[in-house]
C-alpha cells in the first residue's frame, strides 16, 4: 500500500467522523447549557425552600402566640361573661316614680318587696320573684321619712310591700347607683 492510499484511506475517515464529532462537541455543549440550566434552577429553588422554611417557622412562633393570646382572650371573655350572668341575675333597674322635684327635695331610692304569697296567680313567675327580691324605686323627697310616706301611699303593706331600704341619691339618675351585688348594705341583708 502505497502512502497515497494511506492518506486517502485516513482522510476518508477523518471526513466520515467529521460530522459524528461536530455532532458530539454539539451534544456536549447542550449538555453543558443544561447542567447550568440545572445549576440555576438548583440555586434558585434552594433559596425558595429557605425563604419557605423561614416563613413556615414564623408562622409557626406567630400561630404559638396567636394562640396564647387566644387562650388569653378565652379567659378574659369567661371572666366577663361570669361577671354579665351575676350582673343580670340581679335586677338592677330602678323605676322613676317621682318626676317633680321641689327646691329642697333630693332623690331617694327606695328597694321595695313584696311577698310571693300575695301576689295575683295571674301574674309571670318572673314579676313575682322581682318583687320579692326587692324592686328599687326613685322618689322626690325632702327627707327619708318622706321618702317612705310616698313609698307606702303607691305601695301599702296591706297588699303585701315592704321597705327594706332607703338611700339618699344625689344628682340625677344618669349616675348608676350602688345596688344589688355592688351593694354592701344589701349583702349584708342577704347574709
Request: aromatic fraction near 6%; include cysteine.
Amino acid at each position: 500500500m502505497s502512502l497515497f492510499t494511506v492518506a486517502l484511506g485516513a482522510m476518508i475517515v477523518f471526513l466520515s467522523l467529521k460530522p459524528t464529532v461536530i455532532k458530539a462537541n454539539h451534544t456536549v455543549r447542550e449538555a453543558k447549557k443544561a447542567i447550568l440550566e440545572l445549576r440555576r434552577r438548583q440555586q434558585a429553588l434552594s433559596q425558595r425552600l429557605r425563604s419557605l422554611a423561614r416563613e413556615s417557622l414564623n408562622q409557626r412562633l406567630t400561630a404559638g402566640q396567636d394562640d396564647n393570646e387566644a387562650d388569653a382572650l378565652n379567659g378574659r371573655l369567661e371572666q366577663l361573661q361570669r361577671m354579665i350572668e351575676q350582673l343580670e341575675a340581679e335586677d338592677r333597674r330602678v323605676l322613676v316614680m317621682d318626676e317633680r322635684r321641689g327646691l329642697s327635695e333630693t332623690g331617694w331610692i327606695i328597694c321595695v318587696r313584696r311577698s310571693p304569697s300575695v301576689a295575683s296567680p295571674l301574674e309571670p313567675a318572673v314579676i313575682t320573684r322581682l318583687w320579692d327580691e326587692g324592686r328599687y324605686l326613685f322618689f322626690f323627697a325632702s327627707d327619708q321619712a318622706r321618702a317612705r310616706r310616698k313609698v307606702l301611699t303607691r305601695f301599702s303593706e296591706e297588699n303585701g310591700f315592704s321597705i327594706v331600704d332607703v338611700k339618699p341619691h344625689e344628682g340625677d339618675l344618669s349616675d348608676p347607683p350602688a345596688l344589688g351585688a355592688n351593694n354592701p348594705d344589701k349583702q349584708r341583708q342577704s347574709a
